[in-house]
């Protein structure tokens, strides 16, 4: 079946890098998409990748995919405390539109000063 | 160019009266999907509409639960006869089409309280 995992919890010191890793198991996935939660608030898309890249960067965003091992991470460079957040991953699936996404648990970030 | 619009932000109902959730899509967007989310548990999807059509409702509730996007107006999600279990976290979310690059722009959620 489809499926997302993501480690729950990843604490780091500012001013690192943060890397947030995820898994799926659909390989029919099309695009991939990162998500970050602040409390209280809803959900804000940060970036997403097309399967047939294998890096993605946006600012002090890097997206990397490994296609064969259905693994993506994102990393933050010079991790700040705004940064704290819950990061949700999805993939959209077999189906290859954004209808009916398949989303992680989420990783909750802490940046500790 | 506002984002998605949910409202209210915070809802209190006691058990067995009725709560509707409002969602204003994003300017340009007709697709329409509502979501729940638990604490310590993930977004589960609920329904996903067009305007005035629902195209996917198989992650509602069977009863009690509805959800419309009129031609004119915002969506609404409606729970009949609220109980205790319907306290949760829920997010609208609106994309311009249902294509994997056109991903979908959330609002900040109705939390809704059951006493």
């Known amino acids: 079946g489809e499926d997302v995992e993501q480690s729950l919890f990843l604490s780091v010191r500012e001013g690192d890098s943060s890397v947030i890793n995820c898994t799926y198991t659909?390989?029919?996935?099309?695009?991939l998409y990162w998500y970050k939660q602040e409390p209280g608030a809803g959900l804000q898309l940060l970036t997403y990748i097309f399967s047939n890249m294998d890096m993605k960067q946006d600012q002090r965003l890097t997206v990397l995919l490994n296609k064969k091992d259905k693994h993506l991470s994102l990393r933050i460079a010079d991790t700040q405390t705004g940064d704290s957040a819950i990061y949700f991953c999805?993939?959209?699936?077999?189906?290859?539109?954004?209808?009916?996404?398949?989303w992680g648990l989420g990783t909750s970030l802490a940046v500790n000063p | 160019n506002a984002g998605v619009m949910q409202n209210p932000r915070h809802l209190v109902r006691r058990r067995g009266q009725e709560a509707r959730l409002r969602c204003s899509p994003m300017k340009g967007h007709s697709h329409v999907y509502w979501y729940r989310q638990l604490p310590e548990e993930g977004l589960k999807f609920m329904v996903y509409?067009?305007?005035?059509?629902?195209?996917?409702e198989s992650g509602m509730p069977k009863e009690r639960f509805s959800a419309e996007f009129p031609k004119e107006g915002p969506s609404i999600l409606r729970i009949q006869q609220v109980v205790r279990g319907d306290s949760a976290a829920y997010f609208c979310?609106?994309?311009?089409?249902?294509?994997?690059?056109?991903?979908?722009?959330f609002g900040d959620g109705t939390r809704l309280s059951i006493l």
């Open positions: 979310a609106s994309s311009p089409g249902t294509g994997g690059n056109q991903p979908q722009h």
């Open positions: 659909d390989s029919s996935s099309t695009y």
């Open positions: 509409l067009q305007k005035e059509n629902i195209i996917d």
């Open positions: 999805a993939e959209n699936g077999r189906a290859g539109n954004n209808r009916k996404l398949i």
